[in-house]
Structures are given as structure tokens and as C-alpha cells.
């Protein structure tokens, strides 16, 4: 017998659903439901096939697939009342739906991405692989491939995929999603009065460069170990909103600084924090500097045998801490995918006028905290009285700076 499924959607899902080309490119703002609009089209095409079909679903690291496009596709199958344990194979990462085999994986594994064949692709936040990992990838999709991303970078996207003829492209905005809330809207809106360049990302979905960003980094492969010795590990608390993050500091004789994400997760209690922190052989003499807004979690992860501490933040903390590592050459090591996008987009606020204010924007910066207390604690010299900010700015803004004190819709029917 069969049934009707109803769903809501935005005018997203049907632009997807109507694209017939080998590449459907999803190029969006914040909130404009391009990942949840594809997931929703790859439950209905996976319900409709009457052949069988492998559909993959591939983001840089599990760790954020987990968090994002992972949570969303089992929350839209439950909320059409389309789960079934029986089908969720957990330690495979796949789900049967119909016909159709939908698999979740991450390509941090180069064995990954060279996997077995698929009929449909769906890589969510493109820009974070690289041009190879999408090549391998696509050699190995027979049908359609789908990707979306923020326009935060320019990427392999726009010298291999953007004139192609083959390419069906989907832009959207905030204002293609019915089903914000008001203060969700007024919370994108009001990037357009604090930092422009983000309003031209988030809120436009236009691409944006990095003019304002506030450190400049070195992607590398591993920690030479041999040359640096570790510091400490920072620690940044975060629920159901904001991530939990790990972050390890190495630093050299040459004033290189090292950094390796562990933890970038959510809804992780503090027993889970220290069941992670053992699963990485952390022991009682490796120290944690954390965030000191949190003492009770401080002194619960301190309790069940870790070497935790606060931050000692004091007077303009975040700026002074941002000298400490501005001081260093940062190398953040590849697999960090989650503080590699911190860095990247970590900037300075500018006004309404294009000008660059002396305070970042309070965005994409847990992982960046973590590392900062530990530059607080651990990387601090004796005069800190002053620090330097160096402001990479527009014409109107372009020097570096010495500071003291505080510086200044709609419903579709599938049958």
C-alpha cells in the first residue's frame, strides 16, 4: 500500500529537484537551506527509485559531518516518520531507504575517497577539499553530484566547475527560507551594520575575500616533533549551540607555533569530554587550559583525574591574547579542518562605512579560544602592558597599530 509523504520546503528543493545536469551547485548564505534542501531531495529520490541506487554523502572530516548534514538527514527522516532502527546500520555509517543505499562518509582517509562506486553525490561545504578529493570523487559518481558551500573563498570550484556547461547553479539567500524566526532574520541583518564582509557571505551568499582577516597561517601536514615541544592543550566549552574544542600548541626555538585540532564537537557532557580525553591518551601531567567562564566544568574534568586549569584572562583578553600568537608564525596542521575554517574566516570588524574597527567579530572563533588561552597562560612575556595589533584593511585602514589600555517556502506533495 502506498502512502503520501507531504513535506515542507523551500523553493530550494525544487530548484535542486529540477536540475538535470551532472553538477548541481548549491552557492548560499547563512540559513538559506541549500544542506537541508539536497538532503531532503536525496530522501525523495532515494523513496521514488524503483532501481536500486547507492547515494554517498561526504563531508572533509566526520567530526563535522556528525554535527551538521549527519544530524539533519536523521531529523528529516524522523520527522516524515520514515526511520527505522532495523535499517540504520550505526558502525557503517548507511541507512536503506527503498531501494537505495544512503552512506556517510568523510575523506580524511585518502582510502576513503577512493571508495567503491555511487550513482549520487551530495559533498557538503566543498571548499574545505581539495581539487584531488573531488576529482577522485567524482570518477567514481555515475549519475548526479551535488555540492554546497558559503562563498567564503575562492577554491578549485571556480577554475574547474563555475564555466563549465554542464553545471546547473543554485544561489541563495536567508530570504529564500519562509521558516526563520524574527530574531533569526534581525541576527543575519545585522551583520550588514558590524562587518560587511561577512554580510556579503552570509547574508548575500556572494563570494568574499579575506582583506580583514585577523592571523595569517601555514596548513601543514603533521607537527615536526623533533623540532617543537608541546605546550599545552586549550580547551573552549560549548553545548548544543557552540562546539566543544580541543586544540594541542607545539611550539620551536624558531618561534613556530604548531597547532592540532582533537575535539570540535556538541552536546558532549563533561563525563564525555574526559572519556575523549582519555581515548587520546591524555594523562594527569598533560595540561589543559580552559575557558574560566566554566569553573564548575573545570573542577568536575579536574576531579575525575585531569590537569586542568583556567585561563588567566584579565583586562582585554582577547586582544591581548591575539598579539601573543601574532607574535608566533602559526602552522595549523590539515586534518584541523574546523580551526583551518576559524582562521579563514576570524576577522575584524569593519562598520557600515568599509572601515576595520580594532575588535573581531565574536564568530568562528571556539577552536581560536582554546589556542588563545593557552597564548594567555602559557606564551605570555613579561611586557604586557602594550600590544600590537596588526590590521590588514581596506585603502582606508592598512597599517599596523600600538595600543594601550582598551582600545577603541512552500509545501510540496511527493507520492
Partial sequence: MSRELTIQA???????????????????????TKTYSILQFLIVKAIESTEPLTISVVRKSFPSMRITVLRDFFEILKSYDLYNVENHNKSENTYQLNNTLIEFFSIDDAMKRRGSKRNILFINEANE???????????????????????????????????????TTIHSTYKDNPFLSYEQIKEIERLEQTDLQYWKIYGLGQFGGSFNTVFTYVPVDTIPTNTAKPVALGMDFGYSQDPTSLVEVWIDNENNIYLNELIYDKDLTNQDIANKLSEYGIDRYTEIIADSAEPKSIEEIRRMGFNIKPAVKGPDSILNGIDILKRH??????????????????????????????????????????????????LRKSNEGKYNISIVGNSKMNSARTFFGKPSGGIYAIR
Fill in 129 to 167: 577539499l581539495t581539487y584531488e578529493d573531488f576529482f577522485q570523487l567524482n570518477i567514481r559518481t555515475e549519475d548526479q553530484i551535488f555540492l554546497d558551500f558559503n562563498p567564503s573563498e575562492i577554491f578549485w570550484y571556480n577554475d574547474h566547475l563555475q564555466h563549465r556547461d554542464d553545471v
Fill in 10 to 32: 523551500t523553493t530550494v528543493f525544487e530548484k535542486n529537484w529540477d536540475a538535470k545536469t551532472r553538477f548541481v551547485v548549491n552557492i548560499g548564505g547563512s540559513r538559506s
Fill in 329 to 378: 608564525k602559526i602552522h595549523v596542521t590539515k586534518e584541523s579542518t574546523n580551526l583551518l575554517k576559524e582562521f579563514s574566516m576570524y576577522k575584524w570588524i569593519t562598520d557600515k562605512n568599509g572601515n576595520t574597527l580594532n575588535k573581531p567579530v565574536d564568530m568562528y572563533n571556539h577552536a581560536i579560544d582554546a589556542v588563545r588561552y593557552v597564548a594567555l597562560n602559557k
